[in-house]
């Protein structure tokens, strides 16, 4: 008797024909290699489930998700001029700020006298505008720089996003901070869909004096 089996005779014996799916029978944790490949398989991304979301904002799906643009920014000297005049500005890109989302963003800046002129004090501002002008700008607040030779002044505020389209922030004035104990405070409109600017300005009370805002920057805490 002929015990051996060839490949050709197993297809010669064959019905042919393909299989159909949902046909082919057998236990499905028997076919180790496919049930090993299917262990393995991601399952359904769902999101806040097993996939994190970024700021309340969902990952799956096309397109893209803006995130804060925590910014730090370096300054132009200004000098020549009494003017008030933007020495830096930060971007605080369109649809950073989102609706139903509050949020503070936190401003500081820090002006100092460059060069051995010193004739009187030097002012440190903050705005925020559509554009980078003081045309229009919201005032924020300002500090003086004192007639002292390698002085520095900083300034901070805190702008609150209530998430329906208003920030608030303290009374604009000339403290340093904002961060008391009690005080006033204004509010104003933002549109979160186009571009915002913060400025930082230095005004000379001398045209002979130099003044720059060494670092302006901002902080957002969602």
Request: aromatic fraction near 6%; proline fraction near 2%; hydrophobic fraction near 40%.
């Amino acid at each position: 008797m002929n015990t051996a089996i060839t490949g050709a005779q197993i297809i010669a014996a064959a019905s042919g024909g393909s299989a159909t799916w949902g046909g082919i029978t057998g236990t499905l944790s028997s076919q180790t290699d496919l049930q090993t490949a299917l262990n393995a398989k991601q399952n359904t991304l769902v999101s806040g489930t097993n996939i994190k979301t970024v700021n309340g904002n969902s990952l799956l799906g096309s397109g893209n998700i803006s995130l804060p643009s925590n910014k730090i920014v370096t300054g132009a000297s200004v000098t020549g001029t009494t003017a008030n005049t933007i020495s830096a500005n930060a971007l605080l890109p369109a649809n950073t700020l989102q609706l139903g989302k509050p949020c503070m963003i936190h401003l500081k800046a820090r002006a100092r006298r460059i060069g051995s002129s010193i004739l009187a004090v030097i002012a440190c501002g903050m705005y925020r505008n559509t554009s980078v002008s003081l045309s229009g700008a919201t005032f924020l607040g300002q500090i003086q720089i004192g007639a002292t030779v390698n002085i520095l002044g900083q300034l901070e505020r805190h702008l609150f996003w209530d998430g329906a389209g208003n920030v608030s922030v303290h009374f604009p004035n000339t403290a340093i901070t904002d961060m008391i104990s009690n005080g006033q405070y204004t509010t104003s409109v933002i549109n979160p869909a186009v571009d915002n600017y913060f400025l930082y300005t230095i005004q000379c009370s001398n045209a002979g004096d130099t003044g720059q805002i060494q670092w302006g920057l901002y902080i957002i805490y969602a």
